[in-house]
């Protein structure tokens, strides 16, 4: 089911809060806190984050655009949900939290693996992250929270694989490194695109 027929254009209008991200060396162990605009800014600091995939039981794969308010990668497509633990918060609770805030969305998730990454937008700020993948199933419709998600709608894995090779520059640089190794070693899970 589709929510929009297009995908929009992207704007940029930085915003940022201040909740403490977890700090972590390349193991994933802990060795500090840092607000969230610190984390983002410059090259970026080493931080915990996730990201969150959700399928319905027709095997579509919710996509949201990004809120055009957000700091870094405004307007762009990406998957269901990507955000942080705050500091002392356990990763799972963290996706559960995340999925109820902006998609309206109560599941249950399953961890898949986790990757680190640096990525540059333009010349506001880095996203770098070691960022564990979860996947969710749900056939509710998103309640989603318009400062955080400016649209959404589901998309077979096909549909989703053709858009990212003709339209590249509309997904996030976390999506594309995400979606390769999901289709490629977790279609089982329903990520043959």
Known sequence: MTRSDSIGQQTSSPVATEDKLILVDADDN??????????????????????????????????QQRSRLKMLWPGYWTNSCCSHPRAGEEIIAAVRRRAREEL??????????????????ETVGSEHELCSVFVGYSDAQPDHDPDEVADWHYLEPQQIARSLEREPDRFTPWFHLEWDRLSRDFRSYGFAG
């Open 30 to 63: 802990p060795v500090g806190e840092a607000g969230k605009l610190d984390c983002h800014l410059g090259d970026g600091m080493l931080h915990r984050a996730f990201s969150l995939h959700v399928i319905n039981s027709s095997g579509e794969i919710l996509l």
């Open 104 to 121: 309206g969305l109560e599941l249950d998730v399953e961890y898949l693996y986790k990757f680190q990454y640096r990525s540059r937008f």
